[in-house]
């Protein structure tokens, strides 16, 4: 299928967001969207999906005008979309989000055995083989959850398919499953879609690249006539010669020790301190249990066995509100499901940790409240600049992180643990967010960071935890280190 859109534009409510963009994909091509947060692209991608329609412009299908006025046009098209936000149903098995509405009957009844088997097929025929269908999708790690989004737009073997920062939390053998998945849909005559903040893979897999800044498109090009600096150049409107900060001096005193910490199942006898000023990552792949320990640390999950002590006296955390006590906070790796409320305003959501101390007698002080979130807001540049009384569900990707980042800076914690902070979130913002990460260091705070990017963890740290299957099988020096010696550790292959 040729998609091709001709003088787009799309406003809300007498504000033009996208400016006449035009585009053009072709069967078996890799057209690469990249550009910073705000430039476009989520627009961009409703329209394609049906979710939005344009305000003028074109939008033509193997030279045939179409117009989308529901996802229901864009599905019976054969356009696909995978969005960044995950949109399983939690409480529904692996089976039943892959095949909903389409189930294998027998005798008027679903057959369960077939639809399993039919499920298993698919997942395997795609590189997913690892994943159940019989498991519920809520007790998946988020990335498997991504890899059943990727699963179920494919099921109707779409001719093209829009995958929304589909790499955001794959790290290893799943990310490696993606790409292999994109070159064979490649090789089928798809075309696909491609909407990324990590311009090493858009370099890898694209055939074209589309570059989006505020509303219009401001470059097409194709991997052999571009680099990645080159992009970032274009993106953020400057050139950007340095993205992680430089070393900190020697760190302070302990403020977070954990000791032989245990929850079965998960992960076992895990030790590691952090000290003030200090950075310390924490990289392992999916199924380490790297996410697991930080909930458990912070009080959101029990430990089996093990100690845990802050500023050097034993805690006993027994819920997420002892350890935010304690000077504590920790930023989740999902922030649609547990890190904002998106029915909410920006105000109340940076406001939630510190609602309780911002009070005036029984009430809470309205005043003081919107005083400091702004000074948030102002701090960490969430834009738009008047953004509290929006709803947070309409700030940008970028924006949203910075929102919750902000949250929890509000409740002026001691240790900060940051699950995937800059997951789908242009370099731009990401550069932001690694000064932001220093700067609160070099003021006292001890910052673990967990993420699955090798390229981050090395620098923007410190020091580095490596898990793997739910132990730490190595603690390394971010400035001695190299990407293979941390992925050795992670896969239980090192030296």
Known sequence: ????????????????????????????????????????????IKILSGA?????????????????????????RGIRTVYQELSIVPGLSVTENLLMGNFPKRRGLIDWAAAHARARELLESIGFGAIDPRTLAGRLSVARQQMVEIAKALVSEPRVLVLDEPSAVL??????????????????????????????????????????????????????????????????????????????????????????????????????????????????????????????????????????????????????SDAIAAGLALVTEDRKRTGLVGGMSVLDNIGLTTMYGMRRGPLIDAARRRERVGEMIDRLSIQPAHCASMRVVNLSGGNQQKAVLAKWLLAEPRVLILDEPTRGVDMSTRIAIYRMIDDLA????????????LTEVLGATDRILVMNQGRVTGELRSDRTTEDEILAHAIGQAA
């Not at 003028?56 to 019976?76: K, L, Q, V, Y």
């Not at 490696?176 to 998945?181: G, H, Q, T, V």
């Open 171 to 320: 790290a290893g053998s799943d990310l490696e499953s993606l790409f292999a998945l994109v070159r064979r849909l490649r090789e089928r005559g798809v075309l696909v879609i491609y909407v990324s903040h990590r311009l090493a893979e858009v370099m890898e897999l694209a055939t074209s690249i589309v570059v989006v800044k505020d509303g219009r498109v401001i470059a097409t090009t194709e991997p052999a006539r571009t680099s990645e600096s080159e992009l970032i150049g274009l993106m953020a409107g400057r050139r950007l010669e340095q993205i992680y900060p430089d070393r900190r001096a020697e760190p302070g005193e302990v403020r977070l020790s954990v000791h032989g910490l245990t929850r079965r199942g998960e992960f076992e006898d895990v030790s590691f301190a952090l000290r003030a000023g200090e950075i310390v990552g924490l990289f392992g792949l999916v199924g380490s249990g790297r996410s697991e320990l930080a909930r458990c640390v912070f009080g959101a999950e029990p430990a089996t066995s093990g100690q845990v002590k802050v500023a050097g006296g034993d805690v006993r955390f027994r819920a997420p």
């Open 52 to 76: 939005q329609s344009m305000s003028a412009g074109e939008m033509r299908i193997d030279g045939e005008a179409a117009e989308f006025r529901s996802p229901h046009d864009a599905h019976a």
């Open 1 to 44: 299928m040729t998609l091709e859109l001709r003088g787009v534009r799309k406003d809300y409510g007498g504000v033009e967001v996208l400016h006449g963009v035009d585009l053009v994909g072709r069967p078996g091509e890799v057209l690469a969207v990249v550009g910073a947060n705000g430039a476009g692209k989520s627009t961009l």
């Open 442 to 453: 070099r003021d006292g705070l001890a910052v673990l960071l967990i993420s699955s990017d």
